[in-house]
């Protein structure tokens, strides 16, 4: 059939009614049929009886046939295997050689190369090492100067409270909290009778 839409039709119906088919004798029959088709578009149709498996049926043909289907398939399989175990085993030796091992069947130019290979990886490691250090410094550095300031701001902070015992001392003494970046600190200061009194004219102070 020339025509892509008409021999596409005509491969859908075609397709159906031998499906169906099949299906009948299935049912009918007790029959254990595998179809497997691929279209034009190189779209894959298949079916097979509810009762068994493709596999099961090629099995079965390649018993009675007495024609080996998985050899090729095991074939290929087989060399791939045995290219997986050259590749592993050549790396296992690059292994060996870059520890200082198994270099007695290298010539001078590879031993340089190799040579070569590995004062370029201990750059890179070294780098690496480097840049680590680089930063941690830094992470260190940047705490050093959060303590600082919270120091700064705590010598403040007492600076304050000496400042208010001078200014309004007592014998008594209570304890203020006060609050940094870095916690909570509890000061002692002295107490003060009542700061609320209009003879002393204080606002509120609260620490918190």
């Not at 596409?8 to 029959?29: I, M, P, W, Y």
């Not at 691929?38 to 007495?66: A, V, W």
């Not at 290219?83 to 030796?93: F, G, Q, S, V, Y």
């Not at 015992?165 to 970046?181: F, L, Q």
Request: proline share 2%; with cysteine; aromatic share 8%.
């Amino acid at each position: 059939i020339e025509n892509d839409t008409n021999r596409q039709v005509t491969f859908s119906k075609r397709k159906n009614g031998l499906f169906k088919k099949a299906d009948e004798l299935t049912v009918l029959c007790d029959a254990q049929i595998s179809i497997i088709m691929f279209s034009s578009t190189d779209k894959l149709h298949e079916y097979c009886s509810p009762s068994t498996t493709h596999k099961h049926i090629y099995d079965r043909y390649q018993k009675s046939g007495k024609e080996d289907l998985w050899r090729s398939h095991y074939e290929k399989m087989k060399n791939q295997l045995h290219m997986h175990m050259e590749e592993n085993e050549r790396l296992r030796k690059e292994i060996r050689q870059y520890m200082g091992e198994d270099l007695s069947g290298l010539s001078f130019n590879e031993l340089r190369g190799l040579e070569q290979n590995m004062e370029r990886a201990s750059n890179i490691v070294r780098n690496k090492k480097n840049h680590v250090i680089t930063t941690r410094a830094e992470t260190s550095r940047k705490k050093v100067r959060a303590l600082q300031k919270a120091h700064k701001d705590l010598a403040y902070a007492v600076g304050l409270l000496k400042a208010e015992r001078e200014n309004y001392g007592g014998p008594d003494c209570r304890y203020v909290v006060g609050s940094t970046n870095i916690g909570s600190h509890i000061f002692a200061c002295p107490y003060q009778p009542n700061l609320h009194d209009a003879s002393y004219g204080i606002p509120d102070l609260r620490f918190g």
